[in-house]
């Protein structure tokens, strides 16, 4: 099968040069990158770190003086740009670089009209454009593998929870129908459902450890083939976190402490282990459910409550 050609669009405006070499690798792993091209205003001083990178990477600068309506004239160029690519049928897929939410409405043409879209942009990527995207990556992903463990569950990143239910449910899915399941099918159709899911969010990079880790699925090798099945556990892991969320509730406004919260969940549930949710604290498991927040309370002591009290 032949590589797909992708057009590569580079907001200058919203993105740092620092990640220039980072989105061409990790670009190159989806195909053959046919056009470079990066849209802002090249007579401004802001422009000039990117000026030493253009060159070296064969990126073609397109010039958008901003003595129009600010950064919507670059928008514009970079969407007119885009169009006209589409139309020229050279190209199988775009990858649209911005942390800006201007070109959702670009990326979702796009894909009416067969394209793979690839997004990329930083943390700050407002949920409308990443999920306008055939696939979304994080920018902070690429420049370092060091994630920090305790932006889960913040900002855009989709919980821990979210994710190992949706799995759970494809297992399910497939088990009605009699099928074994395939690790690599259960990623696929995860990237559907939630275009920016990377298991480097969570500081993997390998699908099969981020699952592995989570305590709640049995994975098996056959020659190149690994599948994955749920664990046969005594509690049911969304009875345990009912009974968690349950106990933040009925707690009010000030919420519970985390120690207190701890001990009532050990002793209902003598096998609890908090590792088998994927997690190595207990408070990281508690944040980690929907609809809760944890929090320091003026003598430092982490407490649990409702969110929005």
């Known amino acids: ?131 306008a995207c055939t696939r979304f990556v994080n920018l902070e992903n690429l420049s370092s593998q060091d994630v920090d463990a305790e932006k889960e569950g913040k900002d855009n990143t989709i919980s821990r929870e979210v994710i190992f239910n949706s799995i759970t449910n494809i297992i399910n899915e497939n088990e009605n129908k009699g099928k074994s399941v395939e690790l690599a099918a259960v990623g696929n159709r995860l990237v559907n459902m939630y275009p920016d899911f990377d298991v480097r969010n969570y500081g993997y990079s390998l699908l099969s450890r981020f699952v592995e880790d989570a305590g709640l699925f049995l994975l098996e090798k056959n020659q190149n083939v690994i599948t994955i099945s749920l664990r046969d556990n005594e509690q049911s892991q969304e009875e345990i976190r009912n009974f968690v969320r349950d106990a933040i509730y009925k707690a009010g406004s000030r919420g519970i402490g985390i120690s207190e919260l701890s001990n009532r969940v050990y002793n209902k549930y003598s096998n609890f282990n908090v590792k088998d949710f994927g997690y190595s604290q207990f408070s990281k498991f508690v944040q980690g459910i929907e609809n809760v927040e944890v929090y320091q309370d003026r003598n430092h002591r982490k407490h649990a409550r409702r969110c929005n009290d």
């Open 1 to 131: 099968m032949e590589n797909k050609r992708f057009a590569l669009l580079i907001d200058a405006d919203n993105i740092s040069a620092k990640y220039i070499s980072d989105i061409l690798e990790e670009l190159s792993t989806y195909g053959i990158t046919t056009y470079k091209r990066i849209y802002g205003d090249w007579t401004s001083t802001q422009a000039n770190k990117w000026k030493g990178e253009l060159l070296e990477n064969s990126v073609i600068p397109v010039q958008q003086f901003s003595n129009t309506v600010g950064k919507n004239a670059t928008d514009s160029t970079l969407i007119i740009d885009a169009m006209d690519i589409l139309y020229t049928g050279n190209v199988e897929g775009f990858c649209i670089v911005s942390s800006d939410s201007d070109f959702t409405r670009l990326a979702s043409r796009l894909r009416e009209s067969g394209m793979e879209v690839i997004g990329m942009g930083e943390e700050k990527t407002p949920r409308s454009f990443r999920v």
